[in-house]
C-alpha cells in the first residue's frame, strides 16, 4: 500500500498512472481533500485508513475508507458497527496492536486483544480480518512482526499489515500481507503540514 500522506497530488498521480491503486492516509480529513475526487476518475481505487481515529469522525470514514486498520478499542467498534448498519456501506476491518505498549501510541494492548475481536465479532457485529502494528521507532521491529503474526495465528486472521519504508522486507519475511510505504515510493513529505 502506498501511504500517500503529505504527499503533493502530482506525486499521487505519478503512482496511479503507473497503475497503482491501493492507498494508505493516516487522516481522515486530509483524505477527504484528495480521495473522493480522484475515486471520480480511478474508480478501482482501495483506501486504508491508518491513522487513529476518533468516534466523532466515524461516519465520514466509513463512506470514505475501504479498509480501516485502526480499530483499537470498544467504543470505536461500537460505533463503526452502528454506522455501518446505518448506511448499509460495509468496511473491511483491522485491529490495531501496540505491541510496544507505549503509552502515547494508538493500539489494543497485546493482553486486551482478545477481547476487543470477541466484543467485535459478537457484540458490535464486525467482522475483523487482521492485525496492524507500528512498532517503536527505537525497538529492532523484527520482534513487534514476529509478535504480531504470532497473535494474528492464534486468533484465526489472515490479514497482516506491518512494515513501512525502512522494515517492509522484513516484514514480509515474517508473514505481512499489507506493507505501507510512504517515503520509500513517493519521496519525503511536506513535514510543513501537518
Ligand atoms: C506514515 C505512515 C507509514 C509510512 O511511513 P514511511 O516511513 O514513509 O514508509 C506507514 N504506516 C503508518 C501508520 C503511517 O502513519
Not at 497503482?20 to 485508513?49: C, M, S
Not at 479498509?67 to 485491529?95: F, P
Not at 492485525?131 to 484465526?156: I, N, S, Y
Request: glycine share 8%; with cysteine.
Amino acid at each position: 500500500m502506498a501511504v500517500a500522506k503529505r504527499q503533493p497530488m502530482d506525486r499521487i498521480r505519478n503512482l496511479l498512472n503507473a497503475g497503482h491503486r491501493i492507498f494508505g492516509e493516516n487522516r481522515v480529513q486530509e483524505a477527504q481533500t484528495k480521495w473522493p475526487d480522484l475515486r471520480e476518475e480511478y474508480p478501482d481505487i482501495e483506501l486504508h485508513l491508518v491513522g487513529p481515529l476518533q468516534t466523532n469522525k466515524v461516519p465520514e470514514a466509513v463512506a470514505l475508507f475501504d479498509v480501516i486498520q485502526s480499530v483499537d478499542r470498544t467504543k470505536l467498534a461500537a460505533k463503526l458497527g452502528e454506522e455501518m448498519t446505518k448506511t448499509g456501506k460495509s468496511v473491511r476491518l483491522m485491529v490495531q496492536v501496540n505491541t510496544g505498549e507505549e503509552a502515547q501510541k494508538s493500539g489494543i494492548a497485546p493482553s486486551s486483544l482478545g477481547e476487543l475481536i470477541s466484543y467485535c465479532h459478537e457484540t458490535a457485529p464486525l467482522k475483523v480480518e487482521g492485525l496492524m502494528c507500528l512498532p517503536p521507532l527505537v525497538d529492532e521491529p523484527t520482534m513487534h512482526f514476529a509478535l504480531l503474526a504470532k497473535l494474528a495465528r492464534e486468533h484465526g486472521l489472515p490479514a497482516l499489515s506491518m512494515g513501512m519504508s525502512a522494515d517492509f522486507e522484513q516484514a514480509v519475511h515474517f508473514g505481512a500481507t499489507h506493507v505501507r510505504v510512504g517515503t520509500a515510493l513517493f519521496g519525503p513529505r511536506d513535514e510543513s503540514r501537518k
